[in-house]
């Protein structure tokens, strides 16, 4: 069974740090292209950043170029998104996805979805 797990989420204050985690069972991550997306409250799902399976190139949206790190531990079977300087406007629901091809940042394009975790900033 193809399962992805995300963990990490929770409130923080404006400027500060998470981690969120995405763990994978069923398949491995190798062969994977891996995305993060996030969904704030009246507004439809956004890339935040992706990293191929093969050379590890990386996306970031603009909002969060040089505040967000992706990174994955394919030994781990596991992705994650760390993610600094938080702003208020980072809220949201964040959800890690597969897909088995090249890097990219539209979400219909991806094969898997985590059931997400939700990131609050706020002071």
């Known amino acids: 069974q193809v399962q992805l797990v995300e963990s990490g989420g929770g409130l923080v204050q404006p400027g500060g740090s998470l981690r969120l985690s995405c763990a994978a069972s069923g398949f491995t991550l190798d062969y994977y292209a891996m995305g993060w997306f996030r969904q704030a409250p009246g507004k439809g799902r956004e890339g935040v950043s992706c990293?191929?399976?093969?050379?590890?190139?990386?996306y970031y949206t603009d909002s969060v170029k040089g505040r967000f790190t992706i990174s994955r531990d394919n030994a781990k079977n596991t992705v994650y998104l760390q993610m600094n300087s938080l702003k208020p406007e980072d809220t949201a629901v964040y959800y890690c996805a597969a897909r088995s091809g090249l890097i990219s940042n539209d979400y219909a394009r991806y094969d898997y979805w985590g059931q997400g975790s939700q990131v609050t900033v706020s002071s």
């Open positions: 990293i191929a399976s093969s050379d590890g190139s990386t």
